[in-house]
Every structure is written in structure tokens, then in C-alpha cells.
């Protein structure tokens, strides 16, 4: 039984992804297994793969989105760890071993993550004050924006027995829906290693549907709100979150002539207002 699973979602990334299997590859820590998950892809994604049949696991799905390629993983995963990989991600060749020293010296930890260096169209960029990750518990931080990277993360497989997995109606926003399950319950530690690659501005990013983003954060909050997870204090600043992003996406459809729509996001919050007494 290998120690860590690492689990690629990919879909047509096939220009990326050779790469970010060497990467893998390449660990110095070597009990792992590796698992591909192909959620229906169409280029030579599939040629890529046949170099490799020997030393991972293949599993082609139909295209669904990256929340069911990472479940599929998860439930096809045979280690005690679980770390993700981003097809247009990179890892350095130390990651698996300074994260498992990590939790050998750590018993009680079940998630920790890595610092990371984000490329865009090839060059580095310097991640600005906002974006720099805590350690240790952080719901209220993790509110505001996703501060946690599916290719940064280590974590105990069980961790998914107590939050569930992920969200799978979510097209986008799926990690902020699940980091908020995570850290109203857990620490989420940070290894200082820069030891992930972000690679970003190629256009078929989710997360450049920066409206679609901001819709589908509230949508995770309402879901947090109506959990029963949140102790009094976790549900007041959820609370205050949500009447902040949906003023945000609100002026935004006024902006757009969505008067209907913006209406509805103005008012949204009032549902919940009423039963913060409750809590």
C-alpha cells in the first residue's frame, strides 16, 4: 500500500501535462502512487499517457469538471495521504518528502500546505500582501478569497470522511467551497518551501470568469450558513461575507442592466440575518 496518492485531474492539458507527470516523477520520496484522472479530454492527452502506462494509474471519465475527476481520485486512492496535482501545475522534486517529514513529526496534523511560485505567461509574479497564506486555523481569511491551492495541499484521506467531498454542482469555486468545510473544523498548516509552481494566463482558465467566480463564492457561503458547522462566532463573519460579495456581484448586475437579478443578491443576506439570533 503506497503512503500518498497523488491525484492529476486533467482535461485537454495536453501541452501541460507531460511536464507536470515528470514532476512527480522526479520526488525524491518515493512511496506514492500515481493516478490520472482524464475527465473526457480530446487532444493527444491520451498519447501523453502511453509513455507513461507503467508508472501510474489511468482513468479516463466522461467530462464532468474537475470536482468529479478529484472524487474519482479520492475514492480510487489506496494511501494514507492524498495530494493533488493541477495538470498545468509543477511540483519541486522535494515536495512529497518535506510534506510527509512534516506529518511524521506532527501526529495530530491532518492538512498542511506549501508555499508556492506563481508564474503568468511565463514570468514570475509576486504575490501581494492580501494573498499571503496563514498557518494554522484561518475560516475567517479563507472567507474573503481561496487561500488554500489544490497543488499545495497535503492531507490525510480520512479528512474527507468528516468534510465530504467535493462539491460536484460547482463548475468553479470548487476548492473555496471545500477549504471553507476544512478550516471551520481544522488547521491548515503552512510549510514555508516554496515548493509548487502555479503556472497561469492561458485562456482557458476558470478563473478568469471572474463574474461566474464571484456567483459561485456566495453560493459556497449559503452552503457553510446552512451546514450547522459554524460555531456563533464562524457564522456572524460568514454572515458578514456573504452581505459583502453579494453587494459586490449586485452593483455588478446593475452595472450590467440585470435589475431582477440584482435585486434578489441585495436581499439574500436577509435570510440568513434571521437566524443569526438562533445561533
Not at 502506462?53 to 494514507?80: D, F, M, Q, T, W
Not at 501545475?89 to 517529514?101: A, F, G, M, R, T
Not at 481544522?186 to 492561458?202: N, T
Amino acid at each position: 500500500m503506497p503512503k500518498v496518492s497523488v491525484i492529476i485531474p486533467t482535461y485537454n492539458r495536453a501541452n501541460f501535462l507531460k511536464e507536470a507527470i515528470e514532476s512527480v516523477l522526479n520526488q525524491t520520496y518515493k512511496d506514492y502512487e500515481l493516478i490520472i484522472v482524464d475527465d473526457g479530454s480530446t487532444d493527444e492527452t491520451q498519447k501523453i499517457i502511453a509513455q507513461y502506462k507503467n508508472k501510474l494509474k489511468y482513468i479516463v471519465i466522461p467530462h464532468h469538471g474537475v470536482s468529479k475527476a478529484r472524487n474519482v481520485g479520492i475514492k480510487r486512492a489506496k494511501g494514507e495521504f492524498i495530494a493533488f496535482l493541477d495538470s498545468d501545475d509543477l511540483w519541486h522534486p522535494k515536495k512529497l518528502e518535506v510534506q510527509i517529514n512534516f506529518f511524521d513529526n506532527h501526529h495530530n496534523a491532518i492538512i498542511c500546505q506549501t508555499e508556492e511560485i506563481w508564474l503568468r505567461n511565463g514570468k514570475r509574479v509576486n504575490p501581494k500582501k492580501y494573498h499571503k497564506k496563514p498557518s494554522g486555523m484561518m475560516f475567517e481569511k479563507s472567507l474573503e478569497r481561496c487561500l488554500i491551492s489544490p497543488s499545495a495541499v497535503m492531507m490525510h484521506k480520512t479528512l474527507f470522511e468528516k468534510v465530504g467531498l467535493f462539491d460536484e454542482s460547482f463548475p468553479a469555486c470548487e476548492d473555496y467551497d471545500m477549504w471553507l468545510r476544512v478550516t471551520a473544523r481544522f488547521p491548515v498548516y503552512l510549510l514555508p518551501e516554496p515548493l509548487v509552481i502555479k503556472r497561469g494566463g492561458h485562456p482557458d482558465q476558470l478563473s478568469k470568469l471572474v463574474e461566474a467566480l464571484d456567483k459561485w463564492r456566495i453560493k459556497a457561503i449559503e452552503k457553510i450558513l446552512k451546514s450547522g458547522i459554524l460555531n456563533e462566532t464562524q457564522y456572524k463573519l460568514a454572515l458578514q461575507e456573504l452581505k459583502k460579495k453579494c453587494q459586490i456581484y449586485a452593483n455588478g448586475c446593475l452595472k450590467r442592466n440585470k435589475f431582477k437579478e440584482a435585486k434578489y443578491y441585495f436581499k439574500l443576506p436577509e435570510k440568513y440575518q434571521i437566524n443569526c439570533s438562533t445561533k
